[in-house]
């Protein structure tokens, strides 16, 4: 069996799944893990016969990708913002718009950062640390701390953040009832839980039979609940003149500005997505 025909065989069992288009991508990213090739090695070496340990795994890892296993799970990391993220079922996998989120901040701070004396970021929810992790690659001299409510999690973004060579503060805390003793920062960051229950039906499978319910969902009679929350938390920790950048339900785009601008927030910026979605805020104190 080569490299092509179990790439055939992959897009062949996964369309019916995924799409053509997505099963295409989810095989080249278990060929390229597996065979440890990259995309210029590939076609030079697609007819070349796999391993018996190769075929094996290919196999196995279909066989779950094919009952809703995300593959990012299964090969156990993820590539964001241009670096490698461990990722396994305590976290959720992160997406590309919130490396749109991250790229926000950057281009603000690589402006900015000169004005502030020892700058200072926190992410909420932290995850995986994909968001404070690739922030503090691009911006070393950055200081920077995560929130995280789940041990799980944190280990995670603990793992991530040596595997990418960053200091990052970590601390295990529940947003909606913070106990931890504190500072101020410049920067705050977070990516929340925003799905309505409502929306769970329109959701893929493979989201909701194996990412963190903990990271998604909230209460369809308060959907801000996390939003309400981080608003309250930065008005206590926030400086004075400094952003706050949320990733944010397509949905409820308008409310949540409503929401920033009762707290006090002002230069409120709804932003769009590469779809032309509302997907995420910034807000200065």
Request: charged share 25%.
């Amino acid at each position: 069996m080569t490299i092509a025909s179990i790439e055939k065989i992959f897009i062949e069992d996964l369309t019916g799944l995924y799409g053509p288009e997505e099963a295409g991508s989810i095989a080249w990213l278990v060929i390229g893990f597996v065979c440890k090739i990259n995309r210029t090695q590939y076609l030079n070496n697609k007819n070349d016969d796999l391993s018996g340990r190769e075929v094996t795994t290919f196999h196995r890892i279909l066989s779950d990708l094919k009952k809703g296993v995300p593959v990012q799970y299964l090969l156990g990391e993820t590539e964001f913002y241009g670096s490698i993220f461990k990722v396994n079922s305590s976290v959720l996998i992160p997406r590309p718009e919130t490396e749109e989120l991250v790229d926000w901040v950057l281009k603000d701070l690589k402006i900015r950062i000169a004005e502030l004396q020892e700058p200072t970021l926190l992410d909420i929810g932290t995850g995986s640390g994909c968001i404070p992790i690739s922030i503090k690659k691009y911006l070393p001299n950055l200081g920077v701390a995560a929130l995280e409510v789940s041990n799980d999690a944190l280990e995670v973004a603990k793992e991530n953040a040596k595997l990418n060579h960053t200091d990052i503060h970590f601390t295990l805390d529940d947003i909606l009832n913070p106990t931890a003793d504190w500072q101020t920062f410049s920067v705050i960051t977070s990516n929340p839980p925003y799905v309505t229950l409502a929306e769970k039906n329109h959701m893929h499978v493979n989201v909701l039979e194996h990412e963190p319910h903990l990271a998604l969902f909230v209460p369809e009679d308060d959907p801000l609940v996390f939003y309400e929350a981080i608003a309250r938390f930065a008005s206590q920790h926030l400086e004075k003149g400094g952003f706050i950048y949320l990733e944010i339900n397509e949905n409820l785009g308008q409310e949540t500005v409503s929401l920033l601008s009762r707290k006090g927030f002002r230069n409120i910026q709804l932003r769009q997505d590469l779809r032309d979605r509302d997907r995420m805020i910034r807000a200065q104190m």
